[in-house]
Each structure stands twice: as C-alpha cells, then as structure tokens.
C-alpha cells in the first residue's frame, strides 16, 4: 500500500531532550516536506527536500534540522526541543513533475514538550 | 507575501444543509489550489484540486469547488451535509514557477460540526 509512515505518533518529552520523528514514504516521491500544524494558524511548512541530499528552509524552520540521505526517509530532528515546539507535526511526499503537485500526508506525530 | 485566507472557522449545520467554505489566497501568479480534509484523529486527505482546465472541479464524497481567477478564491461547497462530514477542512494553494518549492500554503481551517 502507498503510504506515508511517521514514528513516533505521540510523544512527550522535556525541554532541551533531542528526538527525532522519522518520516518514510514508499512511493518514490522525489519531494518530502514537513509541516506543524497549530490551532487557527492551519499547516506552516517547516523544511521541505527537492531529493536527496537537497534540503532548504521552509517558513518555520528554527529550532529543527532535516536531513535526506535516503529517497524514501526524511527524519525531523529537535535538538533541544521548547515548550514552543509542542505542536502536530505532518510529514508530505509527492512525485517532483509539473502535474504531480498533490501532497500524500503521514498520520502525523503529536508532541508534547514539558 | 503569500496568504490564504478561510473566512469561516466553525460552522454548525444540520444534516441536510447545504455547505459553502470560502477560500481566498494573495499570489499575483499561477497557482494549484487544493482542499483537503480532516476528519478527527486522522491524517490530511485530498478533497479535490485544481490545477488548469474547467474551473468547477468535483471531488470524492460529492463535494465541489469553483476557481474563480478574478477573485482570487477557490470555495468549497456541497449541497447537503452528511454526520460523517464533520470533520476540519483547509484551502491550500501552491504558487507554481518561477520560485516554486513545491510548497503548500495552508488557510487557518475550517472545522465543521453537522448535528445529526
């Protein structure tokens, strides 16, 4: 089945504790991104990959790091996580062509940092 | 800068009613609009989406949408709500090239309630 995968799907953490969420799609999406996702401000892409080893910025992206070493993974990394953080984080894939602009989304992962 | 903007946060509805969420976004360019939709406790899933052709597009569970370029909005609309549509909706665009990083826009949501 075409899916895109997030673990963990809840956590609870404590400010300044690193974590990762790891994000896997199966599809062969060129394109991976991160989003959180807060009451009345909708979705905010954090960082987003063309491929792989190309990573940029996204609207949000302070206090996390990506990276992309494999097609198919695209770990968020927290390195010293704030209450701030504490958030519903969404990861997306989708294929790079003209046309292929739909987003697939994970389940998402919901944080909570103490 | 880049916005888009859903004028409705809660609606409350009866089974029945009929249903239209605005959707309005700030790009001078081409754009890919896209409505996806929430149902509690799950992920993200495409309602429906516009990229070029007839601007009245349908989507799965009999919902639709009308993209009309001169007023810049994209709104949703179904002409009678079921229980199990209860559920947040957002409006997303992606402005297309130049300076395309694949990136969607999101609106603030739209959570909406149907009583049975």
């Known amino acids: 089945e075409a899916q895109v995968t997030q673990n963990p799907r809840y956590l609870i953490t404590v400010t300044g504790k690193k974590l990762t969420v790891t994000c896997s799609q199966n599809?062969?999406?060129?394109?991976m991104s991160w989003y959180r996702q807060d009451p009345g401000l909708g979705l905010r892409q954090i960082y987003y990959?063309?491929?792989?080893?190309?990573?940029d910025k996204g609207d949000v992206p302070e206090g996390y790091k990506v990276s992309r070493k494999e097609k198919r993974n695209f770990p968020l990394i927290l390195e010293s996580p704030s209450p701030n953080q504490t958030s519903l984080y969404f990861c997306?894939?989708?294929?790079?062509?003209?046309?292929?602009?739909?987003?697939?989304f994970g389940p998402g992962t919901r944080l909570l940092v103490l | 800068a880049q916005s888009v903007s859903q004028h409705n946060h809660h609606v409350i509805l009866s089974e029945a009613a009929s249903l239209e969420l605005g959707c309005n976004y700030s790009?001078?360019?081409?754009?890919?609009l896209f409505w996806y939709v929430q149902y509690p406790g799950q992920h993200l899933q495409l309602l429906l989406k516009?990229?070029?052709?007839?601007?009245l597009v349908k989507g799965i569970k009999g919902f639709e949408a009308e993209f009309i370029k001169s007023k810049f909005s994209f709104n949703l609309r179904k002409p009678s709500v079921q229980w199990s549509d209860t559920a947040e909706y957002f409006c997303?665009?992606?402005?297309?090239?130049?300076?395309?990083?694949?990136?969607?826009?999101f609106g603030q949501g739209t959570t909406l309630q149907v009583k049975p």
């Open positions: 997306a894939s989708r294929p790079q062509g003209v046309g292929q602009e739909t987003q697939y």
């Open positions: 790009y001078g360019g081409t754009v890919n």
């Open positions: 516009y990229f070029s052709g007839d601007p």
């Open positions: 997303a665009v992606n402005p297309r090239p130049p300076g395309n990083t694949g990136k969607l826009i």
């Open positions: 990959s063309m491929n792989v080893e190309v990573t």
């Open positions: 599809m062969n999406h060129e394109y």
